[in-house]
């Protein structure tokens, strides 16, 4: 069989060969696989070295100071800590947190926890763009504010928050500012000095690195502290023990550093094939796009086929990797939070794909794409008696629904 | 979703798609779901003098499985009686497709949608006969 053309590069990417070369290095007795923690032998040394060089390419494609980012298992676990480990350290100063009801379920889940710990966590609904206004964010700002956690670019519809001008008004109040970052970083700049970030979640595999590996900046100036989640043997400075899995950690040096060389040329080739593909359905009817379309990572598109259910559109499109909003996708059978929370109508989030492009992404991917996309939602549209009503003029909001 | 081989013959040759004229007193609708919980299905049957469904066309919105269920519902209906065709239960579609527990839902919609165009055609030539009294 041959294999779908992948358009889900948000959930994840494959690792660059180029990044796998390098990591191959590591592990075998040929190669340098020793412990980095290891300090009278050369096997520890030289996996050391290793080790600092990727943390100082980490930290370049962010504009940090290498001793900054801590290695954790992914940006799941960056959230955690980042989370957990500031709000433990700082409860005497407050309890409040603040975050953002369209946040990644790493912080949204550890926030619930939180909350059962007794701190108290307000949840900012985004604008219908999936943007947050930063008057209300101001608005529910306490004395007792601790933290505040913003996403920089969404993982479902690709939106970019103004991180800037939130770590502006934060920081002189002297609230903390931790920003999940998996979705943006090597695809648009990231200077944490510049944006004001105290804390930034970082993951290797969704930038052509591999799973299991990823990061946490951790300011230095001024300092922020965390408590531990992690015991035993005080690596990384304490804030995560475990020995270092020096081969991934190479891996997410490798391709962070690539990132940094490639991304601008490459997020101009992804904008191109963007703004191909949402021409390409322009002369499909009831297309609606999800997210704000200008302040959003070139290689996303989630759209909504009105009046086609979501699960039933990627069975027909299975010549392609691309995710749903529909709940029939999801184990929850609940539509896309996300989009809900956009103020989406439950059928657009039912109807919502999303397409995500990446390095190996070819213009023939995406024409291929389009024809595919007109010949299969006419079908299901054929099939939807929702589209015969809306073509009747019926008004679908007005039809008393038996519901289930 | 990793479906059967039955459902994917549904979903991808679905049976007797179409609409017949709601109006007709020969025709019975039923439609059920809502465009919110991510299905709407609706099923009309053609019947005759001898209370024998000759026909059945469907349209739904909604998964693959939704699709396969009221495909199927066509198929078997033809021929059958309304007496018969009223109990067709939704564990007999979901056995036929060998559905996974978390599209049952679909079945149990497909025989709502069965009862509820029976039901619809029984009004009208219920309403029939009182107009022919009157």
């Known amino acids: ?404 | 979703m990793a479906y059967g081989s039955k459902v994917l013959d549904h979903y991808e040759n679905p049976r007797n798609v179409g609409s017949f004229d709601k109006a007709d007193p020969t025709v019975g609708t039923g439609m059920v779901g809502a465009p919110a919980c991510g299905d709407v299905m609706r099923l009309q049957i053609r019947v005759n003098d001898q209370g024998v469904i000759e026909e059945a066309r469907f349209k739904t919105y909604g998964c693959g499985s939704a699709i396969a269920s009221s495909s199927l519902l066509t198929e078997w209906v033809k021929g059958k009686t309304l007496e018969e065709a009223g109990q067709i239960k939704n564990t007999d579609i979901a056995e036929e497709l060998a559905l996974p527990p978390v599209k049952i839902h679909c079945s149990v919609l497909a025989e709502d949608a069965i009862k509820a165009a029976i039901a619809d055609y029984r009004k009208k030539a219920g309403k029939d006969e009182n107009v022919d009294a009157a």
């Open chain 1, 1 to 404: 069989m041959r294999k779908p053309i992948y358009l889900d590069y948000s959930a994840t990417t494959p690792v660059d060969p180029r990044v796998a070369e390098v990591m191959c290095r590591y592990l075998t007795m040929e190669g340098d696989f020793g412990n980095p923690a290891s300090r009278s032998h050369a096997f520890g040394w030289e996996a050391e070295k290793a080790v600092e060089r990727a943390r100082s390419e980490v930290a370049a494609l962010i504009h940090a100071d290498p001793k900054e980012i801590v290695w954790t298992s992914g940006a799941t676990e960056s959230d955690n800590l980042a989370l957990k480990g500031a709000a433990h350290f700082y409860q005497s100063k407050g309890r409040h947190i603040i975050t953002v009801k369209t946040e990644h379920k790493a912080i949204l889940d550890t926030a619930r926890q939180l909350e059962r710990e007794g701190f108290e966590v307000t949840y900012l609904d985004p604008e219908p763009d999936g943007l947050l206004d930063l008057g209300k964010l101001e608005a529910a700002l306490r004395t007792d504010t601790i933290l505040v956690s913003v996403m920089h670019v969404n993982n479902e519809i690709g939106v970019i928050q103004d991180l800037a001008a939130i770590g502006r008004m934060l920081r002189p109040r002297g609230i903390l500012f931790h920003s999940d970052a998996a979705q943006s970083a090597g695809k648009i700049p990231i200077d944490v000095g510049a944006l004001g970030v105290d804390l930034l979640s970082l993951s290797a595999h969704k930038v052509y690195g591999p799973k299991g590996i990823g990061a946490l900046y951790v300011r230095r100036k001024p300092r922020v502290r965390l408590e531990a989640q992690m015991h035993g043997g005080g690596h990384e400075r304490g804030m995560r023990s475990g020995t270092l899995a020096t081969h991934q950690i190479v891996g997410m040096g490798e391709a962070f550093r690539l990132a940094r060389e490639e991304m601008e040329a490459e997020a101009t080739r992804l904008k191109g094939l963007r703004t191909r593909l949402l021409e390409g359905l322009a002369d499909i009817e009831e297309v609606y796009v999800n997210g704000d379309l200008e302040r959003r990572i070139p290689g996303n598109l989630n759209i909504s086929f009105n009046f086609v259910e979501g699960e039933s559109l990627i069975m027909a499109l299975k010549e392609l990797a691309v995710s749903s909003g529909s709940a029939c996708t999801s184990a929850s059978l609940e539509p896309s939070y996300v989009l809900r929370a956009l103020g989406r109508n439950d059928e657009l989030a039912h109807s919502s794909i999303r397409f995500t492009m990446g390095r190996f992404t070819t213009e023939e991917d995406v024409e291929y794409t389009i024809r595919l996309l007109h010949d299969k939602i006419g079908r299901l549209r054929e099939l939807s008696p929702l589209w015969e009503m809306y073509k009747d003029g019926v008004d679908l909001n007005s039809v008393q629904w038996a519901a289930h």
